[in-house]
């Protein structure tokens, strides 16, 4: 094992606006698991360095000088620690570390008594402790981690009694310091809710709301701090107060706006220079079923089941792609039409346009929870006359 000396390095534009954005937060000391494979655990003990690639890139910017640091190899479910933050989070540390994959960077010490911990279980023991390795946890259950690790040195033998070791509180510790949602690592998104944290992201009574979550996930995946997010039919804003929390620039528009941050326009012609966006997210109305406004320019007026209404969000389409820079990703939230007894696949009919301007990153199924019809009425009445709800949409990405 050898030490790098660090050097002093110059902040870059988002470790400066991330830097001013955490100032308000008080400097306590936090717990952060970070992760490796068996490829990249031993570079991390040889450098005494941890590291991540941009979609955790906040959370490494977030390290403070003596935060108290784990290391999860996800592959051998092997959990080490405790480390002490001998920085806060940086870019590029050591530019060359794993081949420049992995720029956020984090020196780490230990006291030299570090070793393999939770073997195999620590996975299962995570479970148990509600703790979340992608997120940031307090002081008090990272002592509760360290406090496991250092019995299960000591008992290499006896049965774990998770029941003795930890206080029960210790348990959920984690959710009273993170409020922000998971990344996503498979195409099924299901929310039980419209949205998270302490400040509302848009307004769960306006009717079509889209969930906070998907913003976040989007935003997390396709843009950098700083980036500019568009939304052409911001409806009660749900993008717009996402993309501020996570300090990104957006500008939401809508055919009839509910909010002063709001911008009037029609979504068929964006007001904007072409290549100028770094990401669009639309979640447009998906028939007539919706009375959203009586704006004639409201495509939420025309039926899903007339060429008309693909032929109006091909129009949004081509200007989307005309605003967004080339390789930069859109996301179009539709969802299917079953009414009066007839299904109409709005969400492939959609889908085929799209491909007409984009090419497909991936297509993820978004759970339908908060709608009017999931009552006990409604489900009873899908089975008693055979047809179905809605029980999903879809969530098109799309690359120029
Ligand atoms: C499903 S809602 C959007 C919900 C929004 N994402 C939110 O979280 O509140 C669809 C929105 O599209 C707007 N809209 C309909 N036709 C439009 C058009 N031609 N241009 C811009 N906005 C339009 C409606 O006014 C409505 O607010």
Known sequence: ??????????????????????????????????????????????????????????????????????????????????????????KDIIPEAWGGKYPYQVKVSTDGKTAES???????????????????????????LVEFMKYEQNHIDDPLNLQIIFPKKAKNLQKAVSDKPVIESTTLWDYPRQSYGKTPKGNNHYRGVTPAFILYNMI???????????????????????????????????????????????????????????????????????????????????????????????KVMQECHRILKQGKVLGWLIGDQWIKKKFTPVGFLIYQRLCKYFETVDIICVTRRNQTSNTGMWHNRAVRFNFYLRGFKYLFLMRK
């Open 1 to 90: 094992m050898f030490f790098y000396k660090s050097s002093p390095i110059e902040l870059t534009r988002e470790e400066k606006n991330l830097a001013e954005h955490i100032i308000d937060t008080p400097a306590e000391v936090t717990g952060y698991i970070f992760a490796c494979t068996n490829k990249t655990e031993k570079e991390c003990f040889d450098r005494m360095l941890f590291s991540t690639n941009k979609v955790y890139s906040e959370k490494m910017l977030q390290v403070k000088k003596n935060d108290i640091l784990f290391l999860l190899n996800l592959q051998s479910n092997v959990l080490y620690g405790p480390f002490t933050a001998e920085s806060s989070g940086k």
């Open 118 to 144: 939770i073997s195999r279980t620590s996975g299962k023991i995570l479970k148990r402790l509600g703790i979340d390795w992608r997120e940031p946890f307090n002081k008090e259950l990272a002592n509760v």
């Open 220 to 314: 997390k995946r396709y843009t950098n701090i700083n980036d500019l997010v568009i939304d052409p039919m911001a409806g009660s804003g749900t993008t717009l107060d996402v993309c501020r929390e996570e300090n990104r620039k957006c500008i939401g528009y809508d055919i009839v706006p509910v909010r002063s941050d709001i911008i009037q326009n029609d979504a068929r012609h964006i007001p904007l220079d072409d290549s100028s966006v770094d990401m669009v997210f639309i979640d447009p109305p998906y028939s007539n079923n919706i009375d959203y406004n009586s704006h004639p320019g409201n495509i939420g007026k025309i039926s899903a089941e007339s060429d008309e209404f693909y032929n109006e969000l091909e």
